[in-house]
């Protein structure tokens, strides 16, 4: 499902560099998510954003920014990168007053040395 | 706090043998709750949710699943396991009603055997 796209795909740093994550959706849902993923924790939120205007920290977000560049774009920063970063990171999106689920992201394979 | 618990870390099942996946939730109010599926390198898709109406659900791929209320679970079933049904399997609830956020299970990892 290529509705919702993240770039890159893989990625391997060093400790301390600044990392973007990018997520785009050509879906024209209006609410946008980022997610870890960590084997035997599932998924928990790191930020989430009803509009552009509108940025909501979730439950993980220490040492990670983000910005709403416009409804389609998403895009997940960690300032100064952490071994314990090492994860699988997606994006979601979703059209806000609705039932209508999550739709993901293929995902980010970040690992950080 | 509102959460959701999958109890079992890996399902084997043979080709062919019915698949029930474990899922209990926590909650207060009325639960909404969903499955997903993924599979490797990709991210998550989804199955299928229970909001209200009937306990039980039918989802994609030939998945339903049973709401009981009684026993707090929504465990994910198929009637016959296929060996492309083998990937992980996550339960989710709705923990707030405004902003739609989502609390995952650990996840659990299904292995069809041929």
């Known amino acids: 499902d290529a509705d919702v796209t993240q770039t890159p795909r893989n990625r391997i740093t060093k400790t301390g560099k600044r990392i973007m994550l990018e997520c785009s959706q050509t879906k024209g849902h209006d609410r946008m998510y980022w997610y870890r993923q960590d084997p035997g924790l599932g998924l928990r939120l790191i930020y989430y954003s009803f509009d552009v205007k509108d940025i909501n920290k979730g439950e993980i977000s220490d040492g990670y920014s983000v910005s709403r560049q416009a409804q389609a774009k998403f895009s997940l920063s960690l300032e100064s990168a952490i071994p314990n970063q090492t994860a699988l990171y997606f994006c979601?999106?979703?059209?806000?007053?609705?039932?209508?689920?999550?739709?993901f992201g293929d995902g980010t394979r970040l690992s950080i040395l | 706090a509102q959460s959701v618990a999958q109890p079992e870390d890996q399902v084997n099942v043979a080709e062919g043998n019915p698949l029930t996946v474990k899922c209990t939730y926590s909650v207060s109010g009325n639960p909404y709750l969903f499955w997903y599926v993924q599979y490797p390198n990709r991210g998550l898709q989804f199955l299928l949710k229970y909001i209200t109406g009937d306990n039980l659900v039918k989802g994609s791929y030939g998945f339903e699943a049973e709401f009981n209320k009684s026993q707090t679970s929504f465990h994910l079933k198929k009637p016959s396991a296929l060996v492309s049904d083998s990937a992980l399997y996550f339960c989710a609830v709705r923990v707030s009603y405004g902003n739609n956020r989502l609390a995952f299970g650990k996840g659990n990892q299904v292995v069809v055997i041929p």
């Open positions: 979601a999106t979703r059209m806000g007053r609705t039932n209508q689920p999550q739709h």
